[in-house]
């Protein structure tokens, strides 16, 4: 299997990343690929509204967007990782989500998916939430998710139900576990809610 790894923190060596590295090691010593990528050392540009990918299937911006969505096409999995900026993912997060083609090509479908998100204080799970209805709605399994409340700038060790959780998840992954109520979920609104919105759309 390989799996692609996304942090969405500007501060590398934080906490996001941090965790993400430990998911890394995780899957990695079940015998998984990884490939991991910083958000903030690639050229992702705000997404300009035009609905092209709508129509084409295709950004009129050619930046690494594309690159790593295809990166994304390829692989078996995907973690994405997120500090809570305003209650919400980090702009580096939102510019990717907006333009990785995520819900329009369906493009977590059969991928098995780790989300992570951190907080100091309020808002975390906002964060969380929001990866994880991306995950469902691009047609993927979750096969876990993780979140954290730490100071900033905390350099603490993870705790004890942080790495139980990280190792749950990939093991889950690494079994390809499915999750029926998922999939339900998923099929319900893929029928009712995209198919129908994006048909409209596009050509
Ligand atoms: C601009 C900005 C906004 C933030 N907003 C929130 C917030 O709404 N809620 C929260 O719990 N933490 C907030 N934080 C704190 C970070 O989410 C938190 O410290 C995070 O774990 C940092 O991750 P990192 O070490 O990977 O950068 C904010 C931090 C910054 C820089």
């Given at each position: 299997?390989?799996?692609i790894?996304?942090?969405?923190?500007?501060?590398?060596?934080?906490?996001?990343?941090?965790?993400?590295?430990?998911?890394?090691?995780?899957?990695?010593s079940?015998?998984?690929?990884?490939?991991?990528?910083?958000?903030?050392?690639?050229?992702i540009?705000?997404?300009?509204?035009?609905?092209?990918?709508?129509?084409?299937?295709?950004?009129?911006?050619?930046d690494?967007?594309?690159?790593?969505?295809?990166?994304?096409?390829?692989?078996?999995?995907?973690?994405?990782?997120?500090?809570?900026?305003?209650?919400?993912?980090?702009?580096?997060?939102?510019?990717?989500?907006?333009?990785?083609h995520?819900?329009?090509?369906?493009?977590?479908?059969?991928?098995?998916?780790?989300?992570?998100?951190?907080?100091?204080?309020?808002?975390?799970?906002?964060t969380?939430?929001?990866?994880?209805?991306?995950?469902?709605?691009?047609?993927g399994?979750?096969?876990?998710?993780?979140a954290?409340?730490?100071?900033?700038?905390?350099?603490?060790?993870l705790?004890?139900?942080?790495?139980?959780?990280?190792r749950?998840?990939?093991?889950?992954?690494?079994?390809?576990?499915k999750?029926?109520f998922?999939?339900?979920?998923?099929n319900?609104?893929f029928?009712i809610?995209?198919?129908p919105?994006?048909?409209r759309?596009?050509?």
């Amino acid at each position: 299997m390989k799996i692609i790894v996304i942090n969405g923190s500007p501060r590398t060596n934080g906490i996001t990343e941090s965790i993400l590295r430990s998911v890394e090691s995780e899957l990695i010593s079940r015998g998984i690929d990884v490939e991991f990528y910083n958000l903030t050392d690639l050229d992702i540009g705000h997404c300009l509204g035009c609905c092209s990918c709508y129509m084409t299937g295709h950004c009129i911006i050619k930046d690494d967007a594309d690159r790593l969505s295809e990166k994304i096409k390829h692989a078996d999995g995907l973690v994405l990782g997120s500090p809570t900026y305003a209650s919400n993912v980090s702009g580096l997060m939102k510019d990717f989500i907006d333009r990785g083609h995520f819900v329009i090509e369906q493009l977590l479908k059969d991928k098995y998916c780790i989300t992570v998100a951190t907080g100091e204080n309020y808002g975390f799970k906002n964060t969380l939430k929001i990866l994880d209805d991306l995950v469902i709605f691009s047609g993927g399994t979750l096969s876990g998710h993780i979140a954290l409340k730490a100071p900033f700038n905390s350099k603490e060790v993870l705790p004890e139900k942080t790495r139980n959780l990280i190792r749950k998840a990939s093991c889950r992954v690494e079994a390809k576990k499915k999750n029926h109520f998922q999939t339900l979920y998923h099929n319900l609104i893929f029928s009712i809610g995209i198919k129908p919105f994006v048909k409209r759309k596009g050509k």
